[in-house]
Each structure stands twice: as C-alpha cells, then as structure tokens.
C-alpha cells in the first residue's frame, strides 16, 4: 500500500511513486466531493492518483482542478498524464510556467541539461502537452473557486520564478511546492521536524526566498503543506529554523566564491558537513549511509544551483 494520509480537513496526501517512497506527495483538496490536485509527481503518479480517489470514494470526474506550484518535473511532469485522465480538469500554473505546459519541448531541453537525457527519458518518460485551452493562468492573487472553497495563488519566486504557493482560505494552511524547504518523514524525531532549503538551478534567488518565506509566515498559516513531504507544524519555528539554514549555505557558498572549478565539489562537501552537523544536533541517529542516500540528490541540486547563484553575481 502506497502511503496516504488523511487530515480530516479535506486534505490528503499521498505518495507520488516518484524514485522512492515519501519522497514526493500530492496533495488532494477534498470540497462536495470535488477534488483538486496540487502537485503531480511523474507520469508514475497516475495509478496511485486514481487509488488516492478510489479511497476516498471519488474517481476521475471528480477533479476540477490540477493546480502546479511550479514547473520542475518532480512536481509537473505527470500533468499531462494527469489532465488525460481527468477529463473534466483545468490545469493551474504560473504565468511563466503556461507555454511550456502547453509545448513542454524547452522545458524537456532544459532538464535534460541537468540531468542527461537518458535519466530524463527513464524517470519522466514522455511529458504530454496539454492543451491550451484547458490552462489558467494564475497571477498573484488569482483565486481557484473548488466547489465555494477558496484557494489563493501567491507569486513566491526564490526557487523558481514561475513559482506559485497556494493558500487553502478553509484551514489556513499553505501548499508550498518547494518555497518552504524539504522536509522528509524519514528524519522525524519524536515528532520534531527537520527542514531545510531547496537551492537548486537555475533561478534561485536567496533574496527573494527569503522574502516570499517571509510573505508565507505572515499568513500565519496553521500548517505548511510541502511536496517533500507534506505537513509540517509549528510554522514559526521552522520557518526560523528554514532561514537560519538558508543563511548558512549562502555563507558557505560565498566561501568558495573563487574556487573555480572546484566550486561545485566544496560546496557540496562543505553542506553534507553542515546538514550532517545539524540533524545529529535535532536527534536523528539514522547511520550516515543513510542520510546520504535520502539526501543525495537534493546534496548535488542544491550544489549546483548556488554555483549557477555565484555565477550570477557582480565581479
């Protein structure tokens, strides 16, 4: 059974299938038996899509709405997949982010960059247009109606610039995409959450992270609901705790401003010691492998996207 959780407010949450389990979730917002989805995972995330509204007595005629935080393919990549099986669906997403869900071919380019075409094709397959009339495009403030249920789309640009968080007017929670860190169950201690900041290529910006985190927390939201992964309590403290993190990479990124090619490995290194450092002092006693394996991609995302950062300041 895929992980699933309820938290009887019309909220849901479940395993997107995507590399490993609870490394991605989907969120459901549940309204008159009127769903809409924020987050899609991969092209993988459809069965366990359809299991999600089986379980919840609904199925596909359900969804009005898919709804993007942003356009990376670990959160938008099964869209596609998703709007051909929800027929009644539209499709929700930044301004920046609408052409290349109708004409993914740039953005397919881009990761492929990243990644390597082969990892691309293996965990993404083929990413499916969809169709431009099917797509809303939801601007700062733009608010998605789910059955009288409001959910307002913020602009939080700092991770990506066609980032949007949406505001659940019903409970006050927030679903944050990746503009409030990562946050994986696997590192729980007694309930205590770790978190920490995403900074990954090519648009992350530390000034306007830390401004749209900021424009989160005076919500004041009674829960933030993370794609990596899913609720996370006492917002205050751990958006705290999130900026001082962030604070942290910047200096040791800065740090290595002139270290040329080398730049991208001590980064790297200087940030698996930092995290390291801070999860022994939350309480995690998992072995070290293991911590390095549940973070070892997002080590070499963020590496990376503080050296496209460097790269892009002043001489």
């Not at 939201?221 to 958006?239: N, W």
């Amino acid at each position: 059974m895929f992980d699933f959780r309820d938290y009887g407010n019309g909220i849901v949450a479940f395993d997107a299938g995507y590399v490993r389990p609870i490394l991605a979730a989907i969120h459901m917002v549940i309204e008159e038996n009127r769903v809409a989805f924020i987050d899609t995972g991969s092209n993988d995330a459809l069965p366990n899509a359809l299991a999600a509204l089986e379980a919840v007595g609904l199925d596909a005629a359900a969804v009005d709405y898919v709804i993007l935080t942003h356009i990376h393919l670990d959160h938008a990549g099964g869209a596609g997949c998703l709007m051909q099986a929800f027929p009644n669906a539209k499709l929700v997403v930044h301004p920046r982010g609408a052409r290349h869900m109708a004409a993914p071919e740039k953005l397919v380019a881009g990761v492929c960059a990243v990644y390597g075409p082969e990892y691309v094709q293996r965990v993404y397959g083929e990413i499916i247009p969809v169709a431009a009339e099917r797509i809303v495009e939801a601007a700062d403030g733009h608010t998605v109606s789910l059955a009288g249920r409001q959910l307002i789309c913020l602009d939080t640009p700092g991770h990506a610039r066609h980032h949007i968080c949406i505001v659940d007017q019903k409970t006050s929670g927030i679903f944050t995409g990746d503009m409030f860190g990562l946050s994986y169950r696997e590192l729980d201690v007694d309930g205590r959450q770790f978190i920490f900041p995403t900074t990954t290529p090519t648009q992350f910006d530390p000034d306007e992270m830390r401004q749209s985190i900021q424009r989160l927390l005076a919500c004041e939201p009674e829960a933030m609901y993370l794609t990596h992964y899913s609720r996370v309590d006492q917002v205050l403290e751990k958006g705290a705790e999130l900026l001082r993190h962030l604070d942290a990479l910047i200096a040791l990124a800065l740090a290595e401003k002139d270290a040329g090619s080398l730049r991208q490995g001590k980064i790297k290194e200087a940030m698996t010691t930092y995290l390291l450092s801070q999860i022994r002092a939350h309480g995690c006693c998992l072995p070290e492998a293991t911590l390095l394996d549940i973070w070892g991609t997002d080590l070499e995302l963020n590496a990376q996207g503080l050296v496209v950062w460097l790269d892009s300041l002043p001489d």
